[in-house]
């Protein structure tokens, strides 16, 4: 069975601090991670994907197969980080998209 | 493209009436989610089609909830009998889900309180 787990409901930083939001998963077969974020009154949105090695507004994230991780990184917050982000991962057929319950960041000026 | 279109976006009901949600996936697109999100629960699936058909329901809490997508350009979901802890926000995406774009879009979801 597919399953995410993001353990931490809230991550209160200050501006300019390094950002780690974790993202852990379990799923048999070879997995496709990703990021979504969802900021204030707007649609929920791709932030980026483990396939494409990319960084995005500065985040970056590395699947690690052995911890099973996929662990969101910034080095330097910014208020406008402040966001619901969600872990997702799919199966190797690419169609169910599964959801972590989501870690709210909070940066603080 | 307006993107994955749902209406209502708001909705308020009584306990024990019938709950129709709708959902306009991106034309084009061949894969539709419906989610549910929660304080305690985060985005939970609850089924999702491909080119039209069901293929996992197993996220459908009850036999109350049921999802008919009848054309690639149309999916509902409906609640009969709506309890109060139905009451979250109701998302659906689609995607285009092929090897080179595994990208959802999301909707801007409908808010359901059952009173």
């Known amino acids: 069975a597919q399953r995410v787990t993001q353990p931490e409901k809230l991550l209160s930083v200050f501006k300019g601090a390094p950002v780690e939001l974790k993202c852990n998963y379990s799923?048999?077969?070879?997995?496709?991670l990703f990021w979504y974020v969802q900021y204030s009154r707007q649609r929920l949105q791709l932030l980026l994907r483990?396939?494409s090695r990319e960084s995005i507004k500065g985040f970056t994230a590395d699947l690690n197969k052995g911890e099973t991780s996929f662990h969101l990184k910034k080095p330097f917050a910014q208020e406008e980080d402040s966001a619901m982000y969600y872990c997702?991962?799919?199966?190797?057929?690419?169609?169910?998209?599964?959801f972590g319950t989501g870690t709210r960041l909070l940066v603080s000026p | 493209d307006a993107g994955v279109i749902q209406s209502p976006r708001h909705e308020v009901t009584e306990m024990g009436q019938e709950v129709t949600l709708r959902c306009k996936p991106i034309s084009g697109h061949n894969s539709l989610f419906w989610y549910r999100q929660t304080m305690m629960r985060g985005l939970e699936l609850l089924i999702y089609?491909?080119?039209?058909?069901?293929?996992?329901d197993s996220g459908m809490p009850e036999d109350r909830f049921s999802a008919k997508m009848p054309n690639a350009s149309f999916s509902t979901l409906k609640i009969q009998p709506s309890e109060p802890r139905d009451s979250a926000v109701y998302f659906c995406?689609?995607?285009?889900?092929?090897?080179?774009?595994?990208?959802?879009?999301f909707g801007q979801g409908t808010r359901l309180t059952v009173v």
């Open positions: 997702a991962l799919s199966n190797t057929g690419f169609q169910k998209l599964v």
């Open positions: 799923y048999s077969g070879s997995p496709e």
């Open positions: 483990h396939i």
């Open positions: 089609f491909n080119n039209n058909v069901p293929i996992d």
């Open positions: 995406a689609s995607s285009p889900w092929d090897r080179q774009n595994t990208e959802a879009f």
